[in-house]
């Protein structure tokens, strides 16, 4: 048994306590993600140069599996944030240990900053109005980018892009291992970025996803609200190719 297997068995009457609340409120209480943080289990996949601890796989899955024991929900979570990072630093997309505000002036480092100094202060401003576009929570762009959750380092990985006007943007599966609220976030920043005239090209293992709606559809007749998103199967709003992930390009 792993030390983060065991500090997760250790907490876990304290998981199993909060079943019903996370069941009633759909999410699971601070405090609790507080007490899953501490065990050291959302650090385990991220690489030590950014860190965490670098481990095998096959520990971090037990450990997600020791915390779904206790709180299947808690187990769901832990998993979804946990293996996010993994996925992030292997791209090289967001540096963990600056700040949200760094990461966002990277890319704009060479037009609007000079060799002898670079003003913090459109940083500052750049920072806040993408987080605002992209809801990027909690609002604090001094924060380091990995005291944010797994869908708000998502959020700010595409911010960071989409500040360099780009013509052409490809996005590796933009929504994985997020939750729905970030997903469905996710989702309406690229069906606005299309809108602008940029082209963009997804390359996703799953085609079939919901394209975000424009507006809320009215409820059928003796049935409640309706979802936001729907499911468009057959195509996707213009200006964008979605790809399977893998496929092969053909040799004619």
């Excluded at 609790?32 to 899955?61: I, N, V, W, Y």
């Excluded at 913090?120 to 924060?143: H, S, T, V, Y």
Aim: charged share 20%; with cysteine; proline share 7%.
């Amino acid at each position: 048994m792993t030390d983060v297997v065991q500090r997760v068995h250790d907490i876990g009457s304290d998981l199993e306590g909060i079943n019903t609340e996370a069941d009633e409120q759909r999410y699971l209480p601070e405090t609790a993600m507080k007490q899953l943080s501490d065990t050291g289990l959302f650090r385990l996949l991220q690489p030590k140069d950014f860190g965490g601890e670098e481990a095998h796989l096959c520990e971090f899955l037990e450990s997600v599996m020791a915390v779904g024991s206790h709180s299947p929900s808690a187990g769901w979570i832990s998993g979804v944030v946990g293996v996010h990072p993994l996925s992030l630093i292997h791209i090289y997309g967001l540096a963990f240990d600056l700040s949200l505000r760094d990461n966002l002036s990277l890319p704009m480092l060479g037009a609007k900053g000079r060799w002898w100094f670079v003003s913090k202060r459109w940083q500052q401003i750049n920072a806040e109005q993408a987080g605002e576009r992209f809801g990027i929570q909690p609002k604090d762009p001094n924060l380091l980018i990995r005291q944010f959750s797994g869908g708000n380092q998502q959020k700010a990985l595409m911010a960071k892009w989409l500040s360099v006007g780009p013509k052409l943007l490809i996005l590796h599966e933009p929504t994985q291992a997020v939750d729905v609220g970030a997903r469905q976030d996710i989702l309406r920043q690229i069906h606005s970025v299309a809108d602008t005239g940029v082209s963009i090209l997804l390359v996703l293992s799953l085609i079939h996803i919901s394209w975000p709606r424009s507006r809320p559809s009215r409820p059928a007749p003796g049935r409640g609200p309706t979802s936001m998103s729907s499911p468009r199967r057959h195509r996707t709003p213009s200006r964008w190719w979605a790809v399977p992930a893998g496929a092969r390009r053909s040799s004619s």
